[in-house]
């Protein structure tokens, strides 16, 4: 039985003539054949598979409230029904398969998406509603935490570059969501929900074979006791360094969620365009989101995580506080460079929470994927309420100013280094 080795940016050191070891229940060998791309990149495709999805539920709103005489407050229930489960389950999930992984769980939880998606496109109440969205949700819940495990596992100890692989698959889904539910659930109605749960069912087949790829990678492994690295952060220092990711992750997903959600009728009020034209402009910010995330992982991996915080958060400060002012075509520009530079923090903020807490790691996953990217929906709506009594234009001159808290990045430790 190969016997499971520890993260070497917090194991014991090696000598200097030694590589680092990889991560805890990777066999040696597999490791040092390099990242295992069929696996990153089966759960990339599960990833945009599951986002797609996901990003289904808002974009049928309209279709809802018209057909079943719905208000706004009702609209904000089916979020918070489907946002429970898929965000604030996710730390329970994680601490779970900490416990005991749970090779197949993916595909099971993807039947759950499956399942919501029928619902849904049958559903004649709006309780029946709830559930549809509540399960679809949990089905979402169940993947994030142990996926980005798989992806770690299938680094190489290139983690960095596993965290943007997985993470663009769910960007690209986000992305591509609304526009067939413009295509598809527009013209054909609530009852063409039911072709998206192929989706999921090719989901299914991906993840259980991957859970097959899985399942020996853990199998009769025993957890080891993990001797600290000895400059490895104190147990207060990664506290208050988690506190800080959290923070900045909130910072950066609320200005992205006031673009996304918003940016259209800005367009629109602004500049005076059609809906179609603020769509591509919303697109465009969109494409450059995914492409800031494939990048930033490799960067961290380079030049250290910190560095890419620092830069990706108080980077786009000086573009941000011009977009207010800019003209139509000055916006689009602008948001490429927001959307590009900030969103490469993405995978270097959760690769390095996630070697915080090496032990935590679902845990971990589960709170940076799910708790603050629904705390920053959350603030997306109190955006709404925002623009509401002082108008679109106030929003991004308030939001304007969320880089600075990239300043926080000071209080974040250094990491004992590793070579890749």
């Not at 759960?43 to 996901?54: A, C, G, R």
Request: with cysteine.
């Amino acid at each position: 039985m190969n016997k499971p080795v520890v993260d070497a940016d917090i194991a014991a050191p090696v000598t200097p003539a030694e590589p680092p070891l990889p991560e805890l229940t990777k066999p040696a060998a597999p490791s040092a054949a390099g990242p295992a791309y069929v696996v990153l990149g089966g759960i990339s495709f599960s990833h945009f598979l599951n986002d797609t999805m996901q990003s289904l539920i808002p974009s049928v709103y309209p279709i809802l409230k018209a057909n079943y005489a719905l208000d706004f407050g009702q609209i904000g229930m089916i979020t918070l029904a489907f946002q429970f489960t898929a965000s604030l389950l996710q730390p329970v999930v994680g601490h779970m398969t900490d416990k005991k992984a749970q090779p197949f769980s993916l595909a099971i939880g993807m039947g759950s998406t499956f399942l919501g998606l029928l619902l849904l496109s049958v559903a004649h109440s709006y309780a029946v509603i709830l559930v549809a969205a509540a399960m679809i949700g949990l089905g979402s819940a169940v993947f994030h935490p142990e996926s980005a495990r798989i992806a770690r596992l299938a680094s190489g100890g290139r983690h960095g570059m596993a965290q943007s692989v997985f993470q663009v698959g769910g960007n690209a889904g986000t992305a591509l969501g609304p526009v067939l539910a413009a295509l598809i659930v527009v013209p054909f109605g609530q009852p063409s929900i039911a072709w998206f749960s192929s989706i999921a069912f090719v989901a299914i087949v991906v993840l259980w074979r991957i859970g097959v790829w899985y399942k020996p990678q853990v199998a009769g492994k025993k957890k080891m006791v993990v001797s600290p690295h000895p400059h490895a952060p104190g147990r207060r220092r990664v506290m208050v360094a988690l506190v800080v990711l959290v923070a900045l992750l909130f910072s950066k997903q609320l200005y992205l969620s006031s673009l996304s959600s918003y940016y259209t009728f800005y367009l629109m009020e602004k500049f005076h365009v059609s809906t179609q034209t603020a769509q591509i402009f919303l697109f465009i910010f969109l494409a450059a989101t995914a492409a800031g995330v494939f990048f930033g992982g490799p960067l961290g991996d380079r030049f250290g995580r910190r560095y890419v915080i620092w830069f990706s958060i108080l980077g786009i400060l000086p573009f941000t506080l011009a977009l207010p002012y800019a003209g139509l075509y000055a916006s689009a520009v602008l948001t490429v460079f927001i959307g590009f530079i900030l969103a490469s923090a993405t995978p270097a903020i959760i690769v390095f929470a996630q070697e915080l807490m090496p032990h935590r790691f679902g845990m971990i996953s589960g709170v940076f994927f799910g708790f603050a990217f629904g705390i920053g929906g959350l603030g997306a709506a109190a955006l709404g309420e925002v623009a509401d009594h002082y108008g679109i234009d106030f929003v991004y001159q308030v939001c304007s100013f969320l880089p600075i808290l990239g300043l926080l990045a000071v209080l974040l430790p250094k990491m004992p280094r590793h070579a890749h």
